[in-house]
């Protein structure tokens, strides 16, 4: 094989793991015989994007003393909530040395766990100044979580100007499309097609549509493309999301609402809808026994 060949090889692997078509990224990194650091972290990347945590567990021992430790412990930390605290620390450690004598898989697994921490100024702090293209995406969607949309656009310009073409770009700028609202939702549309067209339609690029559907009040054509992505998958997080808020908008109709967000919280108990729902009806809970009747007895009883 000759090095042009490898690339553009390495190349259709990143670009079927960026558009969320992770068996297909296996499969590329499967042809290509010859040993690559990089071909292996997006193989194990895409395992863990399909939650086979194990097969990451089995392969990348702890003793391990290259850069895919990183996703040994990116695996542990999703799919060992009885770990995740350990992880955070020792990536803490970790980046308490010299970040750019460390390989950049460090820097990025360790900015989508403060970020799954929902600590992104601890995530922007360890991305910031390293012009990687995922790199630069990780730092747009710490940003735009913040609602900071101004500095977001300024890492959007930065990474047109590394490589106006390459696929992450085309989806960051989606994603800030979306965030702006408006017109730009038409945009990220166009995005969200041009790629569909280019590579293949998967659940990630289908719920982007999706998206911008509801967010232009076309409720019936994001029901449309919801109900592709459930016959793909039934389970998937994001169209489960989505559902969610496309019940709110179209049907007004509890059920719907009620259905969507059980199977939320019986098939994600990881995730931060979850997380941030848990939260809420333990505080719901609070304030009904603090200001709740402190006379429980039924009123035919009090009346006598």
Known sequence: MNRNNEVSELID???????????????????????????????????IAQHKYR?????IKASNDTPLLALRYLAEYMSNSSRKEAI?????DKFQGDINELHVIWIIVGA????????????????VGNFNLEC?????????KMSRV????????TMQEKDDDATLTQLSQAWLNI?????????????FQDLCDKFSPTLLLLNGQAVCYIGQQKYDDAEQVLRECLNRDPNNYDTLIN??????????????????IAQILDDHKGSSLVSAYNKRQAEFDRLVLQFGPSNTKPIDEIVA
């Open 55 to 59: 097969v990451v567990l089995d392969e």
């Open 88 to 92: 955070v620390s020792i990536f803490d």
């Open 150 to 157: 101004d500095l977001a656009k300024q890492v959007a310009s």
């Open 243 to 260: 559902l969610l808020a496309l019940s709110q908008q179209k049907d007004k109709n509890s059920s719907q609402f009620s259905r969507y």
């Open 179 to 191: 965030q702006i609202g408006g017109e730009k939702l038409q945009d990220a549309f166009f995005i």
């Open 136 to 144: 630069l995406s990780l730092h747009m969607h710490c940003l735009l």
């Open 112 to 127: 989508i766990i403060y970020c799954n921490e929902e600590t992104y100024e601890t995530a922007m702090k360890v991305l």
């Open 13 to 47: 692997v990143e670009n079927a793991f960026y558009i969320g078509n992770y068996q297909t990224c296996i499969n590329e990194c499967n042809k290509l015989s010859k040993p690559s650091l990089e071909k292996d972290i997006f193989m194990y990347r895409s395992y």
